[in-house]
């Protein structure tokens, strides 16, 4: 008799890699929160003064903070106060992006298998949802002014969203809330009254947008 051949190592793998991806992202998040040094970094301007290297550090430590769901606005305030308005909204828009990007590749490497093998029918429904209009779909979903960027970065990244589809969403998306928060640390007077319209133009607008998607994607196929 021939000995038998060791089984395959694919689903170990498939089952390791979510597990890793979530520990890593877990650990991440636990660790930048309670960082002196990264929290002293984005409640100063002292790094970012530093030259280039204090540029490169400064912002690279926004973008991991932005990578690992840790609240943006906080990045947002910190570029603000370091950049200005225009220079802030640019800085925080190129590193939120980049983290979010971080995410997406992370969950695509760690859990799409994973999701396609183990959720089915579930996770094929959304799939479809979101590739059938992926830029709208992600736009949407970055518009509402409630949610988690991490938990929509690495829904992309188990999904079958395009990268430039979702990043140029993701740029649109979060630059009213980015907007927000460089203004605040820029030092420019933003009332509770101007921020509660604009987180009501925001849903009126994301709601507007999930409406004509949900119509668009019933009646689009049926006219192709």
Excluded at 86 to 115: D, E, K, N, P
Excluded at 196 to 208: Q, R, V
């Amino acid at each position: 008799m021939e000995p038998a051949s060791p089984p395959p190592a694919r689903p170990v793998l498939s089952l390791a890699r979510p597990l890793i991806m979530l520990l890593v992202l877990v650990a991440g998040a636990v660790w930048l929160r309670h960082m002196p040094f990264l929290h002293h970094m984005l409640d100063s301007t002292d790094m970012a003064r530093r030259g280039v290297s204090g540029h490169v550090v400064f912002l690279a430590g926004a973008m991991l903070w932005c990578a690992v769901g840790l609240p943006r606005q906080v990045a947002g305030f910190a570029t603000g106060l370091a950049y200005g308005v225009w220079g802030g909204l640019a800085a925080i828009t190129v590193v939120s992006t980049l983290g979010c990007l971080g995410g997406f590749f992370w969950a695509r490497w760690g859990g799409r298998a994973w999701a396609q093998e183990r959720l089915g029918n579930r996770f094929a429904r959304i799939d479809t949802l979101l590739t059938q209009r992926p830029f709208l779909s992600i736009l949407t979903l970055r518009l509402l002014p409630v949610g988690s960027a991490l938990l929509l970065n690495l829904l992309g990244g188990l999904s079958g969203v395009g990268v430039w589809p979702f990043v140029a969403a993701t740029v649109l998306g979060a630059l009213p809330q980015n907007l927000i928060a460089v203004l605040l640390g820029s030092g420019v007077r933003v009332g509770a009254a101007w921020q509660f319209g604009a987180g009501g133009a925001l849903f009126a607008l994301s709601a507007g947008v999930g409406l004509w998607l949900w119509r668009y994607s019933r009646v689009g196929p049926a006219h192709s």
